[in-house]
């Protein structure tokens, strides 16, 4: 995989460097950038005016390349969760000053365990993996029983990890199988219930341990009469020892229920491949799933030659099947673009901060905004600003003419302040997020 010349070491040296920065930022959960912040209760939704919002205007052109950002700054008003106008700006106003602070679209956390986490209490690292995926179930099995006993509580933490790195919203993924039967799901309910005027989720239930290696259907069933959006599913061949017999069950699942679908799937050989034509083929059978399906990973796209990676990004995007990707690399670098060019909805998130499978999460997806344009060799103003959609799940401020588009009259006020003069320079240097506003409510 082309990565425009970036060496695998000077890739991680920099991404390194980036994700210091975000750990050692000063004061990020200070309600310091709004001056009058402590006078908007989060309680509920209030007007609210703020003056001097750096906003995006527009591109300025060298010949036909975009060189820079235009910027200026403006009035902005929210009215019960949406924005009810941009004005010219109005430095006597009386209003919250934004400082001349960059505002794009809150970020949205597309694939995340919010569920099972360590964050929240000691540090722990990972152990040394033993017997594969089903080595790490019976792990599960040992350790979920204790970690029940705390996971409202250290979702919340994680839930404001996510919000001081610009995060107001969330799909996470939740466990069901027979040892948490239902009560992971509960536990979350009530984190994201105590949470529900700052942040937003969708949920997935997960059969994390197989739908039947360790008998989840009968649980999978009543999670989806629950208040979730997605049936979820893992490595069916891998887990379950089956493809069809698997998938037949999430899909019908889902479709008796009205929900979505998203799947994890980590197969690269042709088990994956195998899944990947099979969903494809149900949803085309069963229209009523295009643009509700989702693949997780899928890291056997990053193992497919040119053509067959080109047939199957074809495919997906017809049967509007979109691919949830943590942007790995090393040996699985992504082929982010060309899922891109054909149309397939793409979207990030963090997995996992800090649990049993890994440590490696940040709580930041502008920095895996940044990781993809560094794999791509996305370096130029255009290529960069266009990178931000990977942070905001698809909102730009500006088309690719660069004409304005967001913020107008009616947009969700789900709003990031950030240290930055436009989303290249955001995306680049992954710049301090200073203030997150939810649905109109100030949460930092």
């Keep these: ?72 700054l403006f009035c902005v008003e929210i009215a019960d969760g949406k924005i009810k106008s941009v004005t010219p700006n109005n430095p006597a106003a009386k209003a919250i000053d934004a400082k001349g602070m960059l505002m794009l679209p809150a970020f949205k956390d597309m694939h995340i365990h919010l569920d099972k986490t360590f ?54 993924h939740v ?19 105590n949470k529900k005027n700052t942040f937003g989720a969708e949920l997935v239930a997960f059969p994390q341990h197989g739908v039947y290696y360790t008998d989840s259907a009968p649980w999978m069933k009543e999670a989806a009469k629950m208040d979730i959006d997605y049936i979820g599913g893992v490595d069916p061949y891998n887990v379950d020892g089956q493809i069809e017999k698997t998938m037949d069950f999430t899909v019908q699942l889902a479709l008796d229920n009205n929900k979505g679908i998203d799947i994890h799937l980590h197969e690269t050989g042709e088990s994956g491949l195998k899944t990947v034509e099979y969903l494809i083929q149900k949803v085309n059978e069963n229209p009523a799933l295009k643009g509700k399906t989702f693949l997780s990973h899928c890291f056997v796209l990053a193992k497919l030659d040119k053509a067959k990676l080109e ?61 993809m344009a560094q794999l791509y060799g996305y370096s130029t103003e255009f290529l960069l600003s266009r990178s931000l959609k990977l942070a905001t799940y698809n909102i730009l401020p500006l088309d690719d003419k660069g004409k304005q588009q967001w913020p107008k009259p009616g947009d969700n006020a789900d709003l990031v302040f950030i240290n930055a003069s436009c989303s290249a320079e955001a995306v680049s240097r992954v710049s301090p997020v200073k203030s997150l506003i939810h649905q109109g409510n100030i949460v930092f």
């Design 175 to 193: 466990n069901i199988e027979p040892t948490s039967k239902l009560d992971s799901l509960k536990n979350l309910q009530k984190a994201l219930e």
């Design 119 to 172: 964050y929240g209490g000691p540090w722990q690292a990972v152990r040394r993996r033993q017997g594969g995926v089903k080595g790490m179930i019976a792990l599960e099995q040992q350790i979920l029983p204790k970690m029940l006993k705390t996971s409202t509580y250290r979702a919340e933490k994680l839930i404001e990890l996510l919000q001081s790195y610009g995060t107001s919203y969330a799909r996470s």
């Design 311 to 371: 047939e199957m990004a074809e495919k997906l995007a017809n049967a509007q099947i979109g691919i949830m990707s943590t942007i790995p690399f090393g040996g699985l670098v992504m082929p982010i673009p060309t899922l891109y060019k054909h149309g397939v909805n793409v979207g990030t998130g963090n997995d996992s901060i800090i649990d049993h499978w890994n440590t490696w999460g940040t709580g930041s997806v502008l920095q895996k905004a940044n990781m």
């Design 1 to 72: 995989m082309n990565t425009s010349g970036i060496t695998r070491k000077d890739f991680i040296k920099s991404s390194a460097l980036a994700v210091a920065g975000l750990a050692f930022t000063p004061g990020l959960l200070s309600a310091g950038t709004f001056d009058q912040a402590k006078d908007h209760s989060v309680a509920g939704k209030k007007n609210l005016m703020l003056k001097n919002v750096r906003l995006e205007t527009g591109f300025e052109y060298d010949g036909d390349e975009v060189i820079a950002t235009k910027t200026g």
